[in-house]
């Protein structure tokens, strides 16, 4: 029997059974993977309070020997992040964030630089009082990291990127900006940006963790950059992320 070790956050956790639970980690080591928790619902010890959304774990892991699911030998908590359970708006963030990494990515598909950002976001997300601006900088980011970032740095049909008052507009076909001009005359773009918010998001995605509480950003451009977010996610991954019905900018 070959035991695998990793720290672990976990993304979702479902009943199996009378006794057992499914449940999502995203490890440090071998990145997103599914394993079996054998009686983790009547367990008084070895589960107990451990399986809990985006709690911080070190994991020891058996891999399946006919299936892809492993399964869950060991638990130890390092971090349940209390703050964002005793807290309603911190907790939807944390559990938007969860959803995001899971539906984004693909199991046995280990990304270092992800795992370090979801335990960033985690983390902010106990600490500041930013908590929107926090998520929407965790999703920029993220996207970057998986290689399906938005293109914020030119319009996407003539290349070009003029100061204008007037609207550019979000194509989550394109996957990035369309000036207003090229939108009219091409018919794409579904959603006006404003260049505030274009300039803020290009910051956003080169600015280091550690100085991103630093960045200011206007009420507005929030709003648009969420409803960009929210509708890249959905047209991409063609299905809604359901956390952000939940999830509120206040």
């Not at 995203?26 to 009547?42: C, E, H, P, W």
């Not at 960033?120 to 290689?147: N, P, R, Y």
């Not at 293109?151 to 990035?176: I, N, R």
């Not at 509708?231 to 956390?243: A, C, D, G």
Request: aromatic content about 8%.
């Amino acid at each position: 029997m070959s035991f695998l070790e990793s720290r672990a956050i976990v993304l979702q956790v479902t009943d199996y059974g009378e006794s057992d639970k499914i449940v999502t980690l995203y490890t440090s080591q071998f990145g997103k993977l599914k394993a079996i928790a054998k009686g983790a619902k009547r367990s008084k010890k070895r589960f107990v309070n451990k399986l809990e959304f985006f709690s911080l774990l070190d994991v020891t892991v058996v891999p399946g020997r006919l299936s892809s699911l492993f399964l869950l030998d060991n638990a130890g908590l390092i971090n349940p992040f209390p703050a964002l359970r005793e807290n309603y708006h911190r907790y939807t963030a944390a559990m938007l964030v969860c959803e995001l990494v899971n539906q984004w990515t693909r199991e046995n598909d280990r990304d270092e630089n992800l795992f370090q950002l979801l335990c960033w976001c985690l983390h902010e997300l106990a600490a500041t009082g930013s908590v929107a601006a926090t998520v929407i900088f965790f999703q920029i980011k993220m996207l970057d990291l998986l290689g399906v970032g938005l293109q914020l740095d030119h319009c996407l049909v003539c290349g070009k990127m003029e100061q204008t008052a007037l609207p550019h507009h979000f194509s989550p076909a394109q996957s990035g900006i369309v000036c207003a001009p090229c939108a009219r005359s091409q018919g794409i773009g579904r959603m006006p940006v404003s260049m505030s918010t274009i300039k803020t998001m290009q910051v956003a995605r080169t600015m280091p963790l550690e100085r991103l509480r630093r960045l200011k950003i206007t009420r507005h451009s929030l709003a648009e950059m969420a409803a960009i977010l929210q509708l890249y996610s959905n047209f991409q991954l063609q299905r809604e992320i359901h956390s952000w019905k939940q999830f509120s900018l206040a």
